[in-house]
């Protein structure tokens, strides 16, 4: 086994594009976890067809970050914790320490929503469900080009959970007018379940994932922009399929008027949908985006750590797997997701990007020297410092969670 992802760039332009595919689904699946099937479920058996205005900008706000997050990365070709120590001494430590523990913590949630979805899938014990996915995953990390391993395998999972949850949206039969019009004239708006949907797409170490993926595949520099904004956009273009997907599913059981079990809503739906069938394809889709989130947790976790020490450079994939190990050890032994680690990691999750953000737009404002000259665009650094604002709201939100730890 190689001791470090392969971080070589690619020699050919078709290999390149292989690997720039995987950054892109590596932030979608990132993003699609455990979580998000939950969130989107609920939202929508809350807010029905006026949930799509919601998706709608949680999306846009989403696109304006991963612009300014992939095109600082990129052009610079350094990863977030480099530029952060280069804008603030220590900036980039703190950066990693607050990216390393929630990325731990949120991956204990991620193998157990494998272990839920093997569950629904076969049945299996969610304990063993749980390390035989870990088992999976660390295979991965293990194997001689496991760079290209996790490019394919979150590529093919993330088309798989796209297919799938396309087949339950059209047996579901949703009121798809009802979606359009509420998508441009809600009868409803909730700005906290906005908040929530960016929290949960660029919140934490999703932000980076696709991003510092993108510069060891090789492309980086000014003369890559036009390919970087197009990975950037395509990445969370393909999460918002998703979401819309999953919503339009889940609305066409809700719309018909079914109330979904209130302490597992996502199967119940699932099952309304399309019965037995139903229910197991939500543990193929909620396994495929458990594993492809403990994939991206790990490898962008320890990509926080690999610039600070060649030692860890050189031994980053068994890092990986002891990331992995972690994880699966403390699930099993708890045998359920931690609420209050749960609650903490949301919170630092909540601190990492309007820190993050900021220190990459104070790159790109002031530091022209880190991006080889290159003069950053007045219109996306407006709309990124626009995005920045919001992002202190939602990490005073997340703060304002931790009152739960002392109840």
């Not at 990216?99 to 913590?105: A, E, I, S, T």
């Not at 959970?161 to 909730?190: C, F, H, K, N, Q």
């Not at 889940?250 to 996502?266: E, F, H, R, S, T």
């Not at 737009?361 to 407006?382: I, S």
Request: glycine letters at 12%; charged letters at 10%; a neutral charge.
């Amino acid at each position: 086994m190689t001791d470090t992802v392969d971080t070589t760039p690619p020699p050919t332009a078709t290999s390149r594009r292989a690997a720039l595919v995987g950054a892109m689904f590596l932030m979608a699946t990132s993003a699609i976890g455990p979580g998000f099937i939950t969130q989107t479920t609920t939202f929508t058996a809350r807010l029905g067809a006026a949930f799509a205005f919601a998706i709608l900008v949680s999306v846009l706000v989403d696109v304006a970050i991963q612009l300014n997050v992939w095109r600082i990365v990129g052009v610079s070709g350094r990863r977030a914790q480099d530029l952060g120590n280069s804008v603030v001494p220590g900036g980039g430590y703190a950066l990693a320490a607050l990216d390393v523990f929630g990325g731990l913590v949120f991956n204990i949630g991620n193998v157990a929503g494998c272990a839920l979805g093997l569950n629904a899938l076969f049945g299996l014990n969610v304990k063993v469900g749980g390390a035989v996915s870990a088992l999976i995953a660390i295979t991965i990390f293990l194997s001689k080009r496991a760079g290209v391993a996790m490019d394919r395998i979150v590529v093919v999972l993330g088309a798989v959970m796209i297919l799938m949850t396309l087949y339950v949206a059209i047996v579901s039969d949703p009121p798809l007018g009802d979606a359009l019009r509420e998508t441009v004239a809600p009868g409803e708006v909730d700005f906290l379940v906005i908040t929530t949907l960016i929290g949960g797409t660029v919140g934490g170490y999703i932000t980076y994932a696709g991003a510092h993926r993108m510069i060891e595949s090789g492309l980086t520099g000014q003369e890559n922009i036009r390919e970087i904004n197009r990975s950037a956009v395509t990445g969370i273009l393909v999460t918002a399929l998703m979401r819309i997907l999953l919503f339009l599913a889940v609305l066409g059981v809700v719309a018909g008027g079914v109330k979904l079990a209130a302490d597992n809503p996502a199967p119940s739906a699932f099952e309304h949908a399309a019965g037995e069938t139903g229910l197991r394809l939500f543990g193929l889709i909620m396994w495929s985006a458990a594993i492809t989130s403990v994939i991206g947790a790990s490898y962008t976790s320890v990509s926080f750590l690999v610039s600070f020490s060649s030692w860890i450079e050189r031994n980053r994939n068994w890092l990986v797997v002891g990331f992995i190990v972690v994880s699966t050890a403390i699930y099993l032994m708890i045998g359920t997701t931690p609420a209050k680690l749960l609650v903490l990691a949301g919170a630092l999750n909540g601190l990492i990007l309007p820190f993050g953000l900021a220190v990459l737009l104070w790159v790109a404002a002031r530091r022209r020297d880190l991006l080889g000259g290159y003069r950053y665009p007045l219109w996306l650094l407006a709309l990124g410092a626009a995005a920045w604002l919001l992002s202190l709201y939602l990490g005073w939100n997340s703060l304002s969670d931790l009152d739960d730890l002392w109840k």
